[in-house]
């Protein structure tokens, strides 16, 4: 059964560039169904597509978000990563990766959720 | 990019009773890409539906959805105590993909 864990430093510093790693348990990244995802959700509020990636390095990205984003992979470990530059406050949140079955060039559905990580941006 | 609008904001019913949850796009969504998620509280979402009426593996088919264009439905037809929780719904035919705020269904 595939598992998706999110990990992270839990806070960062305004203006600093945040860090998220997914790693993918019980499955490949490389398997040619897939497509790999992230989405954060402020404290009580909804949910925010950022950005999704395929194992060959295809990215696509919201382009509302505010802050830089980069998402990348490193198939030999098995992982995704986000990097949003300059945080504020604003990117306060819970912060999950999810895989997406069926990619129809504009998103797809998110069938399987990590746990989620909280980060805070904070001096 | 669309927003979906869900109604009503919260919605207190008792177990056994019907929930009909509604979702409205400001623009069609194509070919009908549109998800519903259950987040329990500290929880992940989970994916109930996707193309607007298949249910995931696993899911009760108590969960049912519907519509098409721009205005959806989910409807639970007889609530179980695990089914309070809050409810999104998710376009992704239309670039960027957009959740909705949110229906939370809680007990009466």
């Known amino acids: 059964q595939v598992q998706l864990q999110e990990s992270g430093p839990g806070l960062v510093k305004p203006s600093e560039t945040l860090s998220l790693t997914c790693t993918v348990s019980?499955?490949?990244?490389?398997?040619?169904?897939?497509?790999w995802s992230w989405i954060r959700q402020p404290p009580g509020k909804g949910l925010e597509w950022i950005g999704t990636?395929?194992?060959?390095?295809?990215?696509y990205y919201n382009p509302s978000l505010k802050s830089p984003v980069t998402i990348s992979v490193d198939t030999s470990k098995n992982q995704f990563s986000l990097k949003l530059a300059s945080v504020t406050g604003a990117d306060t949140a819970v912060y999950f990766c999810?895989?997406?079955?069926?990619?129809?060039?504009?998103?797809?559905?998110?069938?399987?959720w990590g746990q989620g990580t909280m980060l805070t941006v904070s001096s | 990019e669309i927003v979906l609008t869900q109604s009503p904001g919260t919605l207190s019913l008792s177990p056994g009773e019907r929930a009909t949850l509604s979702c409205r796009a400001t623009?069609?969504?194509?070919?009908?890409?549109l998800a519903w998620y259950q987040q329990r509280p500290g929880q992940a979402p989970r994916l109930l539906l996707y193309?607007?009426?298949t249910r995931t593996t696993g899911i009760p088919d108590r969960f049912s959805g519907s519509g098409s264009g721009t205005d959806f439905t989910l409807t639970i037809s007889r609530l179980e105590p695990e089914d309070f929780a809050v409810y999104y719904c998710?376009?992704?035919?239309?670039?960027?993909?957009?959740f909705g705020q949110g229906t939370k269904v809680d007990i009466k």
């Open positions: 623009q069609s969504v194509r070919s009908n890409f």
């Open positions: 019980g499955g490949s990244i490389t398997s040619p169904n897939y497509y």
């Open positions: 990636i395929y194992y060959t390095g295809s990215t």
């Open positions: 999810a895989r997406v079955a069926w990619w129809n060039s504009a998103g797809g559905s998110f069938e399987i």
């Open positions: 193309g607007a009426s």
């Open positions: 998710h376009q992704y035919g239309n670039s960027p993909q957009t």
